[in-house]
């Protein structure tokens, strides 16, 4: 590892700050968005930051998430950079035009602070959002802390317009956990992130008058499918290019990202996969399982669409047992998204450990320590007893 | 004409040629047929303007018909004509006249 090329500053800033310094940093030409909580700091201080005259951005504040998505995908078919952030029920009203720009090729960046979906009403985490758009063709990329919530939204720009990719992409951090916590972190200088994103040139534009473009045409049962299938081939090429931007990020600043992140995985015989920032917590269970002498791993996730199923089954192939939490419910079905993922990605390569499936955390109900230990001590019992019971748990819920 | 693999088309449905509406014949839409009445038409270019689909045929600044292939049916040249030069028909019964 060679060292980083930039020092950057460090700071104390809550999640959504930092990814409002990450976007004025990034300079996008149109920032259209609605502000909703736990998101509304992202755009306050943004808008701010458009006040104050620190950034040339066209801020639109708009009536509606479905009007900012919609702005989003005007603004980069006329050949722009376009960002936007929202959370929760905001996301759930992006929904339809979330498949147009992914449809459309365009690579937007959004900021999603995880939020529970109502009804009841709630405006705590968890990833019912971001799941509830896991098939609309945009890549998504899961913060665990605030310096990766800072680092993602950075990235996310490279990822996006990466001729090879040319997905919108979005990254995800816990909201209040991570939006609202105040936490150390770097920050780089501005010039460096100018540096780092480029300026960006798109191969077609509607504002190039010269070459004349027809963006969103009607496409029956002659070419829809074949569209189709470039998505899907693009979400394959984003597999090599995430961890090559990783990697680049990570000479500039120290801070390297692949797929998903190992945490003592390597020799471990009871593995955890989780996202966003349950991962931090679920370290600390792993060190103080290490000293007991207990070989305890996790798998954090980072990217999640594209889901790296080579990578994971690789990963957790040889483990004695596994657990998957999700921080969401798909109700009626065998078990959480996540799991899923992870148990289709280990059977299709030939793998069949015992697993577990836990549903933690819905409605911003917390995850401690205790709770992840006896999700450690259910492998061990699994692995010594055989799974009794059913395969999906419910963590941290009176029964 | 012969449709291209996934692998041959420019992503996100993009259409970098223009004036390619006149490749697809949309004429066999159309439940109905407008007809104009050329004794009656006064040249006024009301229903050029008009047309969604550019159906109407003009050479030498005179509106000399309709372009059967590409004319959906859509009747708004009816409406809008002043002189009520144009008249709509049922395709199949204009059909059955044509031959
Ligand atoms: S609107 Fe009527 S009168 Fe005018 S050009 Fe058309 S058919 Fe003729
Ligand atoms: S019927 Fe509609 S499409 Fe056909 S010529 Fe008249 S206006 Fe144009």
């Known amino acids: ?399 | 004409m012969t449709l291209k693999t996934w692998r041959e088309i420019l992503a996100g449905g993009l259409i970098t040629d223009a004036g390619n509406t006149e490749e697809y014949e949309t004429g066999s839409w159309r439940s109905h047929r407008s007809i104009i009445d050329m004794d009656k038409c006064t040249h006024c270019m009301i229903c050029w303007v008009y047309c969604p689909d550019g159906s109407i045929m003009v050479s030498d600044g005179k509106v000399i018909g309709i372009d059967l292939a590409h004319c959906k049916g859509c009747g708004i040249c009816v409406h809008e004509c002043p002189r009520k030069a144009i008249s709509r028909v049922e395709e199949a019964l204009a059909k059955e006249g044509v031959q």
């Open chain 1, 1 to 399: 590892m060679v060292s980083p090329k930039v020092r950057g500053k460090p700071v104390a800033l809550d999640g959504d700050r930092a990814v409002a310094e990450a976007i004025r940093q990034m300079s996008p030409d149109v920032v259209a968005a609605y502000p909703i909580t736990p998101q509304t700091e992202i755009v306050m201080r943004f808008s701010e930051f458009v006040a104050n005259g620190e950034v040339d951005t066209e801020f639109i504040p708009v009536e509606s998430e479905h009007a900012a998505m919609s702005a989003c995908i005007g603004a980069s078919a006329a050949g722009g950079r376009a960002q936007t952030a929202t959370a929760g029920a905001g996301l759930a009203f992006m929904w339809e035009v979330l498949w147009v720009a992914s449809g459309t090729r365009l690579p937007i960046v959004m900021h999603v602070v995880n939020r529970s979906l109502s009804a009841p009403l709630n405006i705590h985490c968890d990833h019912s959002d971001s799941m509830g758009a896991r098939d609309a063709g945009w890549i998504q990329l899961y913060d665990e802390t605030v310096q990766e919530a800072y680092d993602n939204a950075i990235q996310a720009l490279r990822i996006a317009e990466h001729p090879d990719v040319m997905l919108p992409t979005l990254h995800a951090m816990d909201g209040f956990i991570l939006g609202h916590g105040l936490e150390r972190l770097e920050l780089l200088p501005d010039d460096a992130v100018r540096e780092f994103v480029g300026v960006y040139k798109p191969e077609h534009s509607l504002l190039d008058v010269d070459h004349p473009v027809t963006y969103g045409p009607m496409e029956l049962t002659d070419y829809f499918f074949e569209h189709k299938r470039q998505q899907a081939a693009a979400m394959e090429r984003a597999l090599e290019i995430i961890p090559q931007i990783g990697e680049e990020y990570g000479m500039l600043t120290g801070r390297y990202y692949g797929l998903m992140e190992g945490y003592r995985l390597e020799d471990a015989e009871f593995a955890t996969v989780a996202l966003g920032s349950t991962a931090g917590t679920i370290k600390t269970v792993v060190d103080e399982l290490r000293d007991q002498g207990v070989k305890a791993g996790l798998l954090k996730l980072r990217c999640f669409r594209p889901f790296p199923a080579t990578t994971v089954a690789e990963a957790l192939g040889d483990k004695k047992a596994i657990a998957v939490l999700d921080r969401s419910l798909s109700f009626g079905a065998q078990c959480g998204p996540l799991f899923l993922e992870v148990i289709t990605a280990l059977f299709t390569h030939g793998f069949s450990p015992k697993v577990l499936n836990y549903a933690y955390g819905l409605g911003g109900r917390d995850i401690v320590p205790a709770q992840i230990h006896q999700v450690y001590k259910d492998l061990i019992d699994i692995d010594r007893e055989g799974l009794a019971g059913p395969s999906l748990r419910y963590l941290g819920l009176r029964e």
